[in-house]
């Protein structure tokens, strides 16, 4: 240990497994850990508590494990009157320039890449907040939770010492978080929580201990909940998730969430939690090059599962700051009820949702009865539509979901019971020059994606990237892994297959293009 380490995280007077490291209060460090390596030792423990300490922001303090692999153990029992005990396995309060990364681990095995084990939390795996920021969690597996397996969020507060209030949006801002290379799994809520879920109230944020802050008028409760700005979630595994796999909120700058797998989310199937990827009021930026399954329809029928509230792979809730521009691209999606969603009202002015296909978004055993679902209401409507509501653009999708397909691109009817295009909406009626159709144009939405593998959409969808002909005429064989093929090679000779049943060319695709991306941009 003395090898990779500065200082051993002490135990705690009085807790046998307790690891703690208190700094001094506030954004001071009565320790300078700046730059310095804190390492916890190997084995079976119960908790790792983290507060008030503080790095730079070119030498940031690291926790890691120390002669192999640490499990925090949130019900592990005490080890001398053998009571059960229900802790936070890892906590994380007033710390800035940190990172908890379970890399690098001497004398382990290669299979051994998570180096921190959080398990059995009555609540969160991994919980950091009281005003937090630039932090990094990396290696790290949170699994078996009664909640959440990371959380990073900070609501505001009230000192408990003067009243005053803390973290309101004003005071504080989360910069800089970022969480990659983790495996969460099994958790009874979301696998990640990162930011807050109320940026569109501009007043309604929960304050914590609110009555010491508020002692005139015993009524006020609330305050406006911070942003954050700069959020990196990538090559992470999330799977066997109750409610949302990947919750964002309150993240209104430099976002991007790219080459997650996640499988088995929102099994509870609970309203406004039934998503893989929530980008929560306030949110916006880059999704991207992520593997969305959810469940098995067959599995779940069978296992009785509840189907009240629809699955959707990526949302996103809006009302963030005007002028912002968000995208969605080149994911792959199985087995949800919603491919993309825009949800809830816009009070922003000018905002920009794009889900394209560059190369392409493949989307395949769909169980909805439509892929994409938007709500267009605006708080800020007036005449100049074109400017104050927000603009959601569908292009350059594969939506494989075979000749059922065609009812979206039909006009509503009595033979399509009135759906066709309106399907695509999730409020009012759907006739034209309604606003509440005003954010999106469903005819470009039905001409610039694949919505189906039969003959007359392939040919469609030829025309529309621009195929080679070259291209078109490849044979039906599986021989481009060996003959160097790119993306766009693969992609067009699956079109060319005309296939109406059969996806599995556009299962190959979508995995071709996602483990290439996550092994060259895999640490």
Not at 128 to 138: A, L, M, N, T
Request: hydrophobic share 30%; proline share 4%.
């Amino acid at each position: 240990c003395e090898e990779i380490c500065d200082a051993m995280i002490p135990l705690e007077n009085g807790w046998p497994d307790l690891y703690m490291l208190r700094g001094g209060g506030g954004s001071t460090n009565n320790y300078n850990f700046a730059g310095q390596t804190l390492c916890i030792p190997h084995g079976h423990h119960w908790a790792l508590s983290i507060h008030n300490i503080h790095g730079l922001p070119d030498a940031p303090v690291i926790i890691q494990p120390c002669g192999g692999v640490v499990t925090l153990d949130g019900q592990k029992l005490h080890p001398t009157t053998n009571e059960t005990r229900n802790g936070t396995p890892i906590r994380i309060k007033n710390c800035t320039h940190l990172r908890l990364t379970g890399q690098h681990i001497p004398d382990v095995s290669p299979d051994d890449v998570m180096g921190i084990i959080a398990e059995n939390a009555q609540l969160h795996g991994v919980h950091v907040g009281g005003g937090s920021s630039s932090i990094e969690i990396d290696h790290v597996e949170s699994r078996n939770h009664g909640y959440a397996g990371i959380v990073v969020r900070t609501y505001p507060e009230c000192d408990d010492d003067d009243g005053s209030l803390l973290y309101n949006r004003s005071t504080f801002t989360q910069y800089n978080t970022s969480i990659h290379h983790n495996i969460i799994r099994n958790v009874g809520g979301e696998g990640m929580y990162i930011g807050t879920s109320h940026y569109h109230l501009d007043d309604g944020g929960y304050v914590y201990g609110s009555s010491n802050c508020f002692p005139d008028d015993g009524i006020t409760t609330t305050a406006p909940e911070a942003s954050l700005r700069g959020v990196e979630v990538y090559q992470n595994v999330v799977e066997d998730i109750e409610l949302d796999a990947i919750q964002i909120g309150a993240a209104i700058q430099n976002v991007r969430v790219h080459h997650n797998t996640i499988r088995r989310f929102a099994t509870k199937h609970q309203y406004g939690h039934s998503n893989g990827i929530g980008m929560n009021p306030g949110s916006t930026g880059d999704v991207y090059d992520n593997w969305i399954e959810g469940n098995d329809p067959a599995a779940a029928a069978e296992s009785g599962a509840d189907y009240a509230e629809p699955v959707v792979a990526i949302v996103f809730y809006g009302q963030a700051e005007s002028n912002e521009t968000s995208r969605i691209y080149h994911n792959s999606i199985q087995n949800v009820d919603v491919a993309f969603g825009f949800y809830n009202t816009e009070d922003a002015m000018n905002q920009s949702y794009i889900f394209t296909g560059i190369p392409s978004t493949i989307l395949r055993d769909f169980t909805g009865s439509t892929p994409v679902k938007v709500y267009c209401l605006n708080t800020n409507a007036n005449d100049n539509i074109s400017v104050n509501y927000p603009h959601v653009t569908v292009e350059h999708n594969i939506f494989a979901l075979g000749l059922e397909a065609t009812s979206l691109l039909e006009d509503p009817s009595s033979a399509n019971n009135w759906k066709g295009w309106k399907s695509f909406y999730g409020n009012g009626n759907g006739i034209p020059g309604d606003p509440s159709t005003a954010c999106l144009d469903h005819v470009a939405t039905q001409q610039d994606n694949v919505w189906a593998l039969a003959v007359d959409d392939v040919v469609d969808a030829m025309a529309l990237h621009q195929v080679p002909a070259t291209q078109q005429q490849e044979e039906d064989e599986w021989w481009w892994w060996s003959s160097g093929f790119n993306y766009e090679g693969i992609f067009y000779h699956c079109l060319a297959k005309s296939i109406q049943t059969d996806y599995d060319c556009m299962v190959g695709l979508a995995q071709y293009s996602y483990h290439s991306s996550y092994y060259n941009n895999s640490t």
